[in-house]
């Protein structure tokens, strides 16, 4: 049983449009969220977090959104670039045991 | 280089055979973590440990051992190696600062098991 999904495998976005990934989780003690890119044959990088008690986290180009009723978190990427063609995987977990549990990952096309 | 190394980068090996993967931090942080990933699966934690002596199982222990004798080494041992241990493993560790918390991922390595 999965506890973190990312249902959709993969997504293509057209350069300078924004780009949103999506996340569900099931588990309500999960109160700390991470996404992450990775590119083939390197490892992942971090790239954004929120702590339950927000609902949004912003870092430049990439905003994090939280909804926690829905149990769903979203990223966005405004706007897309070809550099960000990834897979990207998000992360929920409960803070207090640090341990994560991943998505399956979503591999995202930029197409220049 | 400051970081977080894993080697080998590759490896196969034989059915039966005993396997060490190696994960050097830089940073001295406390908590290591190895995590495998599989298709279909995203990043399984396999063990993680807070401190040097300190460990503990996570999601998918089985058929692995860890140790921690010195907290910027976490190695890895596949005491029996079988094919389903085919995967691709990283090693993390884990900064936490007033901005939130982050794992910072190794490369990575690529094991077969034949």
């Known amino acids: 049983d999965q506890q973190v999904k990312q249902n959709s495998p993969s997504l293509s976005v057209q350069e300078g449009r924004i780009s949103i990934l999506n996340c569900d989780y099931t588990?309500?003690?999960?109160?700390?969220f991470l996404w992450y890119k990775k590119y083939p044959a390197e490892g992942p990088t971090f790239l954004i977090s929120?702590?339950?008690?927000?609902d949004k986290n912003e870092d430049g180009r990439f905003t994090v959104f939280l909804n926690k009723s829905a149990k769903h978190l979203s990223l966005h990427i405004v706007p897309s670039q070809p550099g960000d063609s990834a897979v990207y995987f998000c992360?929920?977990?409960?803070?207090?045991?640090?341990?994560?549990?991943f998505g399956t990952g979503t591999r995202l096309k930029v197409l220049a | 280089d400051a970081g977080i190394t894993q080697s080998p980068r590759y490896k196969i090996t034989e059915t039966g055979r005993q396997v060490t993967l190696m994960c050097h931090q830089t940073?001295?942080?406390?908590?290591m973590f190895w995590y495998r990933q599989d298709l279909g699966h995203g990043l399984r934690l396999i063990y993680y440990?807070?401190?040097?002596?300190?460990?503990d199982k996570g999601e998918v222990p089985d058929g692995y051992v860890v140790s921690r004798s010195k907290t910027e080494n976490f190695p890895l041992t596949l005491e029996s190696a079988t094919r389903s241990q085919t995967s691709v493993y990283f090693c993390?560790?884990?900064?936490?600062?007033?901005?939130?918390?982050?794992?910072?991922f190794g490369p990575g390595t690529r094991l077969l098991v034949l």
């Open positions: 992360a929920a977990g409960d803070s207090g045991t640090y341990k994560y549990i």
């Open positions: 929120i702590s339950s008690i927000k």
């Open positions: 940073w001295s942080h406390s908590y």
């Open positions: 588990n309500s003690m999960f109160d700390y």
């Open positions: 440990s807070a401190a040097a002596d300190i460990t």
């Open positions: 993390a560790s884990r900064e936490r600062s007033f901005a939130g918390e982050t794992q910072y």
